[in-house]
């Protein structure tokens, strides 16, 4: 079992900058490839990137790309994701999420457990 905890998140204004942090306990941390997903009120969760259990392998929605970048630290049991340029259409909660295999994936389904989220607010 991997049990995660999103931080990082809050009130910023257009154009800057937030980073989240998704800790993680369990042994198979290291083994696991990991995603963020966002949920706007009224929508439905979205994919926003994910990361291979060594981080060489990242992949963003187009909707982020250039402007966020996933990371891991296996050593800390932690992935990142900073968020530049932020947009007022970025406000979500966003979740972080893992998963039981080494590959990235970019479905929710795919995905076994889950943090309770954080709150990204994005002021014009």
């Known amino acids: 079992q991997v049990q995660l905890a999103e931080s990082g998140g809050g009130l910023v204004q257009a154009g800057g900058s937030l980073r989240l942090s998704c800790a993680a306990s369990g042994r198979t941390f290291s083994a696991s490839a990991m995603g963020w997903f966002r949920q706007a009120p009224g929508k439905e969760r979205e994919w926003v990137a994910a990361?291979?259990?060594?981080?060489?392998?990242?992949h963003y929605a187009d909707s982020v790309k250039g402007r966020f970048t996933v990371s891991r630290d296996n050593a800390r049991n932690t992935v990142y994701l900073q968020m530049n340029n932020l947009k007022p259409m970025d406000t979500a909660v966003y979740y972080c999420?893992?998963?039981?295999?080494?590959?990235?994936?970019?479905?929710?389904?795919?995905?076994?457990?889950w943090g309770q989220g954080t709150q990204v607010t994005v002021s014009s």
């Open positions: 999420a893992g998963r039981r295999f080494t590959s990235p994936a970019t479905l929710a389904d795919d995905y076994d457990y």
């Open positions: 990361i291979g259990w060594t981080g060489s392998s990242t």
